[in-house]
């Protein structure tokens, strides 16, 4: 269930590196509990609009308001405030390789919430327990599998208790029979209401958890809509054809 007013607005975004358009005046409103899904080829925009909506890449124009406050991107509160309150999952983990799964959660309750030690324990703990990795907080990333990195990963960003994630093909890195671990822990965030942006190939993500669709293609927003209007039997949409060839690619490696 979705409230109709937006947690948050990216309004006319644009990202270029050198003389290459990456991004070109994308917007995107997300309401709270809803979910949006970004889909479309490699290189379309994808990944580097959520980098700029968590201003890990400070877009060249337009404008971010989150609960209908404005993002200055130059003032450092400003993006203090956002990363905050936005997390972000990342295909390729982005753990700290020499800290416990513990440590893990805890260095930013510490650090960035002030929790004390106890009370940064006690959190991670439950935040492990979880996304089922509550045997294993004394375990280093290298000895953990794809899946238990990327569970690891949403532990410590719902740790720090985010109003919104951002999710950048969350599976992609994944060994497929790992895949389907991290689709329930996903799944499971969805049933308790959680606001994301995620971009995926993953087709059961793209069918059965998308209020909306969002196909990108070079840098813009070319086609977006509920999966009944874009993915109904005979539509000849961009995201049907895209789903289609997903499909394809599955049943070749399966």
Do not use: W
């Amino acid at each position: 269930m979705t409230e109709n007013i937006p947690i948050l607005r990216v309004n006319n975004i644009s990202k270029s590196f050198g003389s290459n358009t990456i991004l070109d005046s994308v917007s995107v409103a997300l309401a709270k509990g809803e979910i949006k899904v970004l889909i479309g080829p490699s290189g379309g925009g994808k990944s580097t609009l959520l980098q700029c909506i968590n201003c890990l890449v400070v877009p060249d124009s337009g404008e971010i308001e989150l609960e209908n406050e404005h993002i200055h991107f130059s003032r450092k509160q400003d993006l203090y405030r956002l990363r905050q309150q936005v997390g972000m999952i990342f295909q390729d983990f982005n753990l700290f390789d020499h800290l416990t799964a513990l440590d893990n959660i805890t260095i930013a309750l510490r650090k960035v919430k002030r929790m004390n030690k106890k009370e940064a324990m006690q959190r991670a703990r439950l935040e492990l327990e979880q996304v089922g990795l509550g045997d294993k907080e004394t375990l280093y990333p290298a000895q953990l599998s794809g899946g238990q990195k990327q569970r690891l990963a949403i532990a410590r960003a719902l740790a720090m208790d985010p109003k919104i994630l951002l999710l950048d093909e969350p599976t992609s890195a994944l060994d497929p029979t790992l895949i389907g671990e991290v689709i329930a822990v996903i799944k499971g965030l969805a049933v308790k209401g959680m606001t994301m942006i995620m971009a995926t190939h993953q087709i059961s993500l793209i069918y059965n958890l998308a209020d909306e669709i969002l196909f990108m293609e070079n840098g813009r927003i070319v086609e977006q809509g509920p999966p009944a209007a874009l993915l109904s039997a005979g539509n000849k949409s961009k995201s049907q054809g895209f789903c289609d060839r997903l499909n394809e690619l599955s049943e070749v490696e399966g």
